[in-house]
């Protein structure tokens, strides 16, 4: 499964292997003409997709932050014995940089797990969007932390509401019916320039869905990318439940704040969402362990302001996983923190 030629992939096959491009451009949005409320299913067919288009870099224009990069995180994980791919947005300079440890990557997918919820509640804003569809006053005042101008209805926030902020299965199930599964899903990814790597589960089993860390740097654009076709009020919606994911006891299931938030500072903006699963008969182990989303120390191009995603498997236990992907995301921080410490060159296509 090659990868479109537009991205201009550099990779280099030493301990793993670097990928290098630039996502940037502007993002052509067509909406599907304004329609009453009507269910959502037959909504998502209706809803002509927004197209990302690719803005790739020259080797010259690159800075060396990405042999930096490769260098600290194959030192880093040279111990580790599972598969795992990382991937990290610039949004100062444009530049991603992907890592994995995994010989001959090319077609190499991940189980998505919860990291899908993030995608799916981004897809139902965009088709929302689309039909004019809103919270309203009424539902304001059922819920006074979101204007009236969202593009949730009620029942459809009471439902986003724990899928982002509790991980709730039950709630992504709802959403993902809702929207009318997989083909919703495919329509979005297509729409962001995913590979042939990324796909939605058919069967309805959302979080066996197929991705890599490189596809999901596109899915986190939709929240970062000053050019992505969501709304400021969807983007509210998205910032506003990543902000209070639950974060109380141990790391892990109740406490929804780990992975690329690892050995980041106080103070930063990190808005993340993990992914875990535990299932017997995967010969790499039994536990996928994701994480994905923005970092932000809120000092705009003389700062630090990345989307990172780390994908793993094989990790004998949760705490294990979540520790590996923290891991990555200390080495991440300290690369970025110390390039933004220097003249590093604007490149177009970035933030």
Do not use: C
């Not at 103070?267 to 699963?277: A, C, P, Q, S």
Request: hydrophobic fraction near 35%.
């Amino acid at each position: 499964m090659e990868r479109p030629q537009t991205r201009n992939i550099l990779r280099n096959t030493t301990a793993g292997i670097l990928a290098v491009t630039a996502i940037g451009g502007t993002v052509e949005a067509t909406h599907a003409e304004l329609k009453p409320v009507a269910p959502i299913v037959a909504m998502v067919a209706e809803t002509v997709a927004p197209v990302i288009n690719i803005k790739t870099l020259t080797p010259s224009q690159l800075p060396d932050l990405s042999a930096t990069l490769h260098t600290d995180l194959a030192n880093a994980l040279q111990d580790y014995t599972g598969n795992i791919d990382i991937a990290i947005r610039d949004r100062n300079t444009g530049q991603v940089i992907e890592y994995t440890n995994v010989e001959n990557a090319a077609g190499k997918t991940y189980d998505t797990a919860s990291t899908i919820k993030f995608a799916t509640v981004a897809k139902l804003l965009l088709v929302n969007q689309a039909n004019g569809i809103t919270l309203g006053v009424e539902g304001n005042q059922q819920f006074p932390d979101f204007p009236a101008n969202i593009p949730l209805t009620v029942e459809q926030l009471m439902h986003v509401i724990p899928t982002i902020e509790r991980s709730s299965d039950d709630d992504e199930s709802w959403v993902w019916t809702e929207l009318g599964g997989a083909t919703a899903l495919d329509d979005l990814y297509k729409s962001i320039a995913h590979t042939s790597n990324t796909a939605a589960e058919p069967n309805g089993q959302w979080g066996w869905s197929q991705t890599d860390a490189l596809d999901q740097i596109n899915t986190v654009a939709l929240l970062s990318d000053p050019d992505s076709p969501l709304l400021p009020e969807s983007k509210f919606v998205l910032n506003f439940l990543l902000d209070h994911v639950q974060n109380q006891g141990e790391k892990g299931e109740d406490n929804q704040h780990w992975g690329i938030s690892g050995g980041v500072p106080k103070g930063v903006t990190v808005r993340e969402k993990e992914g875990w699963m535990n299932y017997t008969g995967k010969t790499t182990g039994p536990w996928t362990i994701n994480s994905e989303g923005t970092v932000d120390d809120g000092n705009g191009n003389d700062g630090v302001i990345y989307d990172m995603a780390v994908y793993s498997e094989g990790n004998e236990t949760m705490q294990s996983g979540i520790a590996i992907s923290e891991t990555a995301a200390t080495v991440v921080w300290h690369d970025m923190s110390q390039a933004a410490l220097t003249n590093r060159p604007h490149a177009g296509g970035g933030r």
